[in-house]
């Protein structure tokens, strides 16, 4: 399933690039002319830009909210025909009030700027950007530009983005790329880089091409308000509000357009703790969505049978359970308890063959790193333990960190160590974790088990125990790969992987 996904997407992009099927091209785009307006003395027409509102949800970003609203504040587009609205959550006072003094400092300058608190954090994310939604100025508004706190666009990003949508109105949501500023910190970003680079320069290029459809990345896009009305507006039954808004938005027959020559500056995560919290949340809130959501997909009235395969299949149940369940069960348990019985026999196809054109087609996104392709591989692997606790306990809804949300600390300046009172490199959203669980955890967890991670230690020391079984007993050879892979899960459980947070160094 996943062999047969990957080369079908290859394919597609393959074709849409050899027959240059550019946005711009399957869809009509116009800049927005301004010209002038005689009446008032040859004054640029403003008239003709449509009102934008453009939103930053915050929450004790003390490295990057200048970044972030500095880039905002610096669109190319006429001051009364735009809002920038900073959503701030900041738990933190000396934060919050450094936020509202950088919102204010750029309102002194003349533009549009409105700082935005609110009394309780229902919802996370998705209950700011919904309570955003509900000031007046915004009813002027017909489009959402959204940014997370470390997202920097080009001046001209909304010049480039808009027009897709004034022009085209069955579409939804423009989509950007991402583009790293901190992809060269260290192995953990480069590898980062290879999956996010071929998850948008080929699964979200394929989506947009195919099925004028692909899940909303949460940032660097813009979207059409009454779409996200239509859709049913922000929800906070996942983790994962933007896909759900997304998939919602599909649902009801409106389509989506990525435009990847449009980049937008952001930063990696560089801890493997930070990078961890990350991927549970990345790997359970789809399951979970993919379960409260099966069966209004197979009832949908509105999009036709294809496009309901396509999400039920391809999109839900091949990208984000079976690719994580398919990983850790084949190259870290079946393989290695293979040795362990004569009788189970692994064909070389399935060993060799497979593997490694699923793993070329996906080094395609960063060639340039495609060096570190085998280390990139085993990494993986570790990585989809993780992804694979993740997606059970969505799509079975068990555990307490279904809904868990947790924002991972952003630097701003990579080469600056993070120094915000010795903090650790996550930050937990929820106040009372912040001040309960966490005095509990450090009263109860020793030192070392903040460097250390148990169960990459032990699947590590078991896939290595496989490993010299096949030496001196079975001799079926996989012992390579075995010593390969149980080394990866050991450096990762040894902690070194990434960046070490300032409490452990």
């Given at each position: 399933?996943?062999?047969?996904?990957?080369?079908?997407?290859?394919?597609?992009?393959?074709?849409?690039?050899?027959?240059?099927?550019?946005?711009?091209?399957?869809?009509?785009?116009?800049?927005?002319?301004?010209?002038?307006?005689?009446?008032?003395?040859?004054?640029?027409?403003?008239?003709?830009y449509p009102m934008v509102?453009?939103?930053?949800?915050?929450?004790?970003?003390?490295?990057?909210?200048?970044?972030?609203?500095?880039?905002?504040?610096?669109?190319?587009?006429?001051?009364?025909?735009?809002?920038?609205?900073?959503?701030?959550?900041?738990?933190?006072?000396?934060?919050?009030?450094?936020?509202?003094?950088?919102?204010?400092?750029?309102?002194?300058?003349?533009?549009?700027?409105?700082?935005?608190?609110?009394?309780?954090?229902?919802?996370?994310?998705?209950?700011?950007?919904?309570?955003?939604?509900?000031?007046?100025?915004?009813?002027?508004?017909?489009?959402?530009?959204?940014?997370?706190?470390?997202?920097?666009?080009?001046?001209?990003?909304?010049?480039?983005?808009?027009?897709?949508?004034?022009?085209?109105?069955?579409?939804?949501?423009?989509?950007?790329?991402?583009?790293?500023?901190?992809?060269?910190?260290?192995?953990?970003?480069?590898?980062?880089?290879?999956?996010?680079?071929?998850?948008?320069?080929?699964?979200?290029?394929?989506?947009?091409?195919?099925?004028?459809?692909?899940?909303f990345n949460g940032t660097?896009?813009?979207?059409?308000?009454?779409?996200?009305?239509?859709?049913?507006?922000?929800?906070?039954?996942?983790?994962?509000?933007?896909?759900?808004?997304?998939?919602?938005?599909?649902?009801?027959?409106?389509?989506?357009?990525?435009?990847?020559?449009?980049?937008?500056?952001?930063?990696?995560?560089?801890?493997?703790?930070?990078?961890?919290?990350?991927?549970?949340?990345?790997?359970?809130?789809?399951?979970?969505?993919?379960?409260?959501?099966?069966?209004?997909?197979?009832?949908?009235?509105?999009?036709?049978?294809?496009?309901?395969?396509?999400?039920?299949?391809?999109?839900?149940?091949?990208?984000?359970?079976?690719?994580?369940?398919?990983?850790?069960?084949?190259?870290?348990?079946?393989?290695?308890?293979?040795?362990?019985?004569?009788?189970?026999?692994?064909?070389?196809?399935?060993?060799?063959?497979?593997?490694?054109?699923?793993?070329?087609?996906?080094?395609?996104?960063?060639?340039?790193?495609?060096?570190?392709?085998?280390?990139?591989?085993?990494?993986?692997?570790?990585?989809?333990?993780?992804?694979?606790?993740?997606?059970?306990?969505?799509?079975?809804?068990?555990?307490?960190?279904?809904?868990?949300?947790?924002?991972?600390?952003?630097?701003?300046?990579?080469?600056?160590?993070?120094?915000?009172?010795?903090?650790?490199?996550?930050?937990?959203?929820?106040?009372?974790?912040?001040?309960?669980d966490v005095k509990l955890?450090?009263?109860?967890?020793?030192?070392?088990?903040?460097?250390?991670?148990?169960?990459?230690?032990?699947?590590?020391?078991?896939?290595?125990?496989?490993?010299?079984?096949?030496?001196?007993?079975?001799?079926?050879?996989?012992?390579?790969?075995?010593?390969?892979?149980?080394?990866?899960?050991?450096?990762?459980?040894?902690?070194?992987?990434?960046?070490?947070?300032?409490?452990?160094?």
């Amino acid at each position: 399933m996943i062999l047969v996904e990957k080369l079908f997407v290859c394919a597609v992009c393959i074709a849409v690039r050899a027959f240059r099927l550019t946005p711009d091209r399957r869809y009509r785009w116009e800049p927005i002319a301004a010209g002038s307006d005689e009446e008032s003395g040859g004054d640029r027409d403003t008239d003709k830009y449509p009102m934008v509102l453009v939103q930053i949800p915050m929450y004790n970003e003390r490295e990057v909210y200048k970044l972030s609203i500095g880039a905002a504040c610096a669109l190319e587009w006429p001051t009364e025909r735009v809002v920038i609205q900073v959503l701030d959550d900041s738990t933190d006072p000396v934060v919050k009030d450094l936020v509202e003094m950088e919102c204010y400092r750029w309102m002194s300058k003349g533009v549009n700027i409105k700082y935005e608190v609110r009394g309780n954090r229902k919802g996370y994310k998705a209950g700011a950007l919904k309570e955003g939604l509900k000031h007046d100025y915004v009813k002027d508004c017909q489009y959402i530009a959204m940014f997370d706190a470390d997202f920097q666009p080009e001046s001209d990003f909304l010049l480039r983005t808009i027009p897709f949508l004034v022009h085209n109105p069955e579409i939804a949501l423009v989509q950007t790329r991402w583009k790293f500023v901190n992809s060269d910190e260290c192995l953990l970003t480069r590898f980062q880089e290879m999956s996010l680079d071929y998850h948008f320069k080929y699964e979200q290029e394929a989506g947009s091409s195919v099925y004028s459809f692909f899940g909303f990345n949460g940032t660097a896009g813009v979207w059409r308000i009454s779409a996200i009305n239509d859709a049913g507006g922000w929800k906070d039954r996942t983790t994962v509000e933007d896909m759900d808004l997304a998939v919602r938005a599909m649902l009801q027959g409106w389509k989506f357009v990525y435009v990847g020559d449009i980049k937008v500056k952001s930063e990696l995560p560089s801890t493997f703790k930070a990078y961890r919290f990350q991927q549970h949340r990345w790997s359970c809130g789809p399951a979970n969505l993919f379960k409260k959501m099966m069966v209004e997909i197979l009832e949908s009235k509105k999009v036709s049978l294809w496009s309901k395969i396509h999400l039920w299949y391809d999109f839900f149940f091949v990208g984000k359970v079976a690719a994580h369940t398919v990983t850790f069960i084949y190259y870290c348990f079946a393989i290695p308890v293979s040795v362990l019985f004569p009788e189970i026999q692994i064909p070389l196809w399935g060993v060799v063959y497979i593997p490694t054109v699923i793993t070329l087609l996906k080094a395609l996104g960063t060639p340039s790193s495609f060096h570190l392709v085998i280390l990139w591989v085993l990494f993986e692997n570790v990585m989809s333990l993780h992804r694979i606790k993740a997606a059970v306990s969505g799509l079975l809804d068990a555990g307490g960190r279904v809904n868990e949300w947790v924002v991972t600390e952003k630097l701003g300046d990579t080469n600056k160590k993070p120094s915000i009172n010795g903090s650790d490199s996550v930050e937990v959203i929820d106040l009372k974790l912040t001040k309960a669980d966490v005095k509990l955890t450090e009263s109860l967890v020793p030192k070392l088990s903040k460097r250390y991670h148990c169960s990459e230690l032990f699947v590590g020391t078991c896939i290595i125990l496989c490993g010299c079984y096949d030496v001196f007993y079975a001799k079926k050879g996989y012992y390579i790969f075995l010593f390969l892979q149980g080394t990866a899960f050991l450096v990762v459980g040894f902690g070194y992987v990434g960046t070490l947070p300032p409490s452990t160094t």
